[in-house]
C-alpha cells in the first residue's frame, strides 16, 4: 500500500471516533477512540504504527503522543508493532524520537527480536541507532535476537549480533 501524503483533517463524531481524512486522497482512517479519551493519541499511535501510517505517526508525535505507550492486554508498543509489521520508515520515526528498544511485550518480545523475526532491515536500524540494547534479552519461548536471526538467516543480523559480542 502507499504512503498517505497530505495534511489530515481530523472529525470527532460523538460515541464513534475520530476520522482523519486526507484531502485529495480516497483514503481515511479511522482510528476508532472515544472523543474523550486523554489517551486519544497515543492509542491512535498504536494503531498508525500497526498499519504503517507514517505522515499519521510523524503527526502524533509532534503533538505529544506518548512514544513508549504500552496496549493493556499484550504489553505491545508502538515500536514493536512497527517492527512486528515491518514499517522501517515508522522504526526510523520512532528512534528519533526516543522510543525505547529494551520495553518488552507480554511474550516478553523486545522491538529487536520481533524485528529480527519479520524485518532485517528494521533490526538493523535498531542495532545502528541504539548503542547498548540488550541483546540477551530471551522471550518467553527462551529466545534471542541471536538465536532468531540464525533461526531466521538474517546473515547480516547475526554478523552485527555477534561483533558486539
Known amino acids: ?9 481530523s472529525e470527532t463524531h460523538k460515541g464513534q471516533g475520530l476520522l482523519l481524512r486526507f484531502p485529495g486522497n480516497k483514503r481515511s482512517v479511522n482510528c476508532y477512540l472515544d472523543e474523550l479519551s486523554r489517551e486519544a493519541p497515543s492509542l491512535s499511535l498504536l ?6 501510517s507514517t505522515v499519521i505517526v510523524e503527526q502524533l508525535l509532534a503533538t505529544g503522543a506518548t512514544v513508549n505507550v504500552q496496549t493493556s492486554g499484550n504489553k505491545d508498543t508502538p515500536l514493536t508493532l512497527a517492527c512486528r509489521y515491518g514499517h522501517v520508515k515508522i522504526v526510523e520515526q520512532l528512534l528519533a524520537a526516543n522510543a525505547e528498544v529494551d520495553l518488552k511485550t507480554e511474550k516478553s518480545d523486545t522491538a529487536l527480536i520481533l524485528a529480527v523475526s519479520h524485518c532485517e532491515h528494521a533490526a538493523m536500524l535498531l542495532l545502528r541507532h541504539t548503542p547498548m540494547p540488550d541483546l540477551n534479552a530471551s522471550n ?8 532468531r536471526a540464525v533461526k531466521f538467516e538474517r546473515r547480516s543480523v547475526v554478523q552485527e549480533l555477534l561483533n558486539r559480542g
Open 140 to 147: 518467553l519461548e527462551g529466545q534471542t535476537a541471536l538465536l
Open 1 to 9: 500500500s502507499g504512503e498517505v501524503v497530505g495534511p489530515a483533517v
Open 47 to 52: 494503531k498508525a504504527c500497526s498499519e504503517g
